[in-house]
């Protein structure tokens, strides 16, 4: 049996990072993440790493744009107003193609807001993470031990399709403590000849850049990306199902939502209505099949969120008319009970 760690989710993050062959750091702190920052200090030195507080989240982010140009995993964290910061550096990554992931652990706002756990950087990370027309692979676990599976996928995809890859946490999941098991599993090394990292093996002289000054090219370069979108958006959309076979009613959650909706879920079924749970692990792709496959059974759907409602946008869209969608959410940090979901559910099913 692999042996069990007792660990908060920002510190398994950082570790499980290290253990996919993550040798490079640059973040500032900012609450509820410091610690991924703070885990890395002690760890990075130890393994041959590079651990740097930036000066700020804009200096610490272009400082990812050029340690992913000379072809090496680097990581990079912060919550969301920080976040917001670096977004203008994100698309200049995305604009060299260069492959990067970032840890958001999100907390209340709009604003500074509140360092409670929030859900509320959903459109941001699925829709506008920086200017132009690109997206960024966007995972969100539900408990530490996935986090620590995700961090291994993440770098693995970042590199095989040349994208930022987004870890979406929030202030419960980076805080709380869970027994987790690191995966046996070897960091992939994956060949980078475009990597900016001296002349080896008498290769072209590489330069990393996001200028296109000729329209053409640019939308040249624009149009060929999106064709790998499409290849993510069928190879890596992901969602687990639970009780939606015979579902009535699907709830649809994500991340620490999704820990409460199960409980109310169980609960819905023991008072015999029959209620099920779709829960994305990609938000970008969002799993639309999955979606529309619920709907060939399911009568109604209802989104919680950690916010006013974003997601629902993705869910109807998802469903395009097959099934109707209400939303129940609570925003500013405070987290939804189970008991208050199972009151959504038992009005629907009225």
């Known amino acids: 049996m692999a042996e069990r760690f007792l660990m908060k989710g920002n510190e398994a993050l950082a570790e499980a990072a290290i253990m996919a062959g993550c040798r490079h750091y640059f973040g500032y702190p900012i609450t509820p993440q410091t610690e991924i920052a703070a885990y890395m200090a002690k760890r990075m030195p130890k393994v041959g790493g590079t651990f740097l507080q930036a000066e700020s989240e804009i200096a610490a982010i272009n400082m990812v ?52 756990p929030s859900q509320a950087d959903y459109w941001q990370a699925t829709r506008a993470l920086g200017h132009g027309d690109y997206f960024s692979l966007v995972y969100a676990p539900s408990s530490v031990q996935e986090m620590v599976n995700v961090v291994f996928d993440a770098f693995d995809n970042a590199d095989t399709y040349r994208i930022p890859v987004m870890i979406l946490s929030d202030g419960m999941l980076g805080q709380m403590m869970e027994p987790v098991c690191f995966p046996d599993r070897e960091a992939k090394v994956i060949d980078k000849p475009w990597a900016a990292c001296g002349h080896k ?148 099913a009225e």
């Open 201 to 348: 093996n008498a290769r072209p002289h590489n330069i990393i850049n996001s200028l296109y000054l000729q329209p053409q090219e640019l939308e040249n370069t624009v149009v060929e990306r999106f064709k790998r979108y499409e290849i993510i958006k069928e190879k890596l959309a992901s969602a687990e199902n639970y009780l939606t076979e015979d579902a009535d009613i699907v709830v649809v959650a994500y991340g620490a939502s999704s820990r409460i909706v199960k409980s109310a879920v169980n609960a819905a079924r023991a008072k015999g209505i029959k209620a099920g749970m779709i829960r994305p692990i990609t938000l970008w792709p969002f799993p639309v099949n999955a979606i529309a496959d619920a709907a060939k059974t399911a009568k109604r759907f209802l989104c919680v969120e950690m916010s006013m409602g974003q997601m629902i946008d993705d869910v109807k869209l998802a469903l395009n008319g097959a099934a109707p969608v209400d939303f129940f959410g609570r925003t500013g940090g405070i987290i939804p009970s189970p008991a208050e979901v199972l009151e959504q559910i038992e009005k629907l």
């Open 65 to 116: 744009l050029g340690a992913a140009s000379a072809g090496v995993r680097v990581l990079t964290s912060s919550s969301s107003p920080g976040i917001s910061l670096k977004t203008e550096g994100l698309s200049y990554i995305a604009g060299s193609d260069l492959p990067c992931v970032i840890i958001d652990v999100q907390r209340g706002g709009p604003g500074l807001g509140g360092i409670q």
